[in-house]
């Protein structure tokens, strides 16, 4: 790109961050963060510029402004929590909508399949499985496989796979996105089986409410995962201005930072499973509220709650 492109499509942002003043310092990191990726492509390209200067300079002022009287603050992680995490969420919402689409899609195929071929079921979740709900089913008890096992081992083993799962669904990104999807395709079409194979039984509304307790939580992680996944991949397959490197580089920082940031809820999701879910005699309205309340905050704070913080930072800066 030539410099004169290059300031041109920049400078009015950064005529606006050295005009406008701020101490709020989730802020200050942002506009920090955006002027040394300019400060990098302008030293890569146009090193003895005076844009290159330029920048130079802002980016030593904004780092004066943050470091200013530095003290740790016990806040930095809810910082993290209230602003960073969900502004990448707002950022990368292509993403992890994208995310969603593949995963609903894989689930209506694994309904399909499992509608139109009776031995699809018995291919996808095993035959072990299979005879086991069966026999449960028989026996009157047709989730008690959530009561087989010690609650503090079950939790263990679950939390633990399933922080696994959605590591591997977000590493996997690195291979053009092709992992992710992959991944989420896999996912989706053994839900959409499961699912109908309880539907088929009769079972379906019961095992929407007993399943889903903590099934909310960590089939949407699942899905937040995957578009972290998608957001590795992104910097390899659209570096935009940047070299294929540095946009691996950024896109990586912040995929690493959404699979971080959703493990909390990886983990609340298992110990729904594994000391919740079991009580399958609880009222009905108990199991709607855990459902409703899951689903409730997933939406909020990975779809409102990013928007309207973003709306809010940018009427801030306008």
Known sequence: MKEALFVKQNSE?????????????????????DITN?????????????????????????????????????????????????????????????????????????????????????????????????????KGDPFGVYKQENEVLMFIYIAANNTW???????????????????????????????????????????????????TLEILSIVVAGGAGLVLGHGLLFPKTYTRLQAFKRSAKDATKIAIGIIPIILLAAFFESFITRHTEMPIWLSIFILAASLIFMVWYIVIYPYLLHKRTTENLS
């Open 38 to 138: 300019d400060l990098a492509y302008a030293k890569t390209f146009y090193p003895k510029s005076k844009t290159t200067a330029y920048l130079n300079g802002l980016a030593a002022t904004l780092h004066q402004s943050i470091y200013k009287n530095k003290k740790e603050e016990a806040g930095r992680i809810a910082r993290y929590w209230k602003y960073e995490l969900p502004m990448l969420f707002y950022k990368y919402r292509r993403q992890i909508l994208y995310s969603f689409i593949f995963f609903v899609l894989a689930m209506c195929i694994g309904i399909l399949s499992a509608k139109y071929d009776e031995r699809f079921v018995r291919l996808i979740l095993g035959n072990q499985y299979v005879n086991m709900t069966n026999d449960n089913i028989a």
């Open 165 to 215: 799962v959605s590591f591997v669904m977000y590493v996997s990104g690195v291979f053009f996105s092709i992992g992710p999807v992959y991944h989420l395709l896999r996912n989706g079409i053994m839900l959409g089986a499961f699912e109908y194979y309880f539907f088929s039984k009769g079972l379906g509304l019961q095992s929407v409410l007993v399943i889903w307790i903590h099934g």
């Open 13 to 33: 942002k950064w005529k606006s961050y050295e005009g406008l003043k701020t101490d709020n310092p989730d802020e200050l990191a942002q506009r920090f963060v």
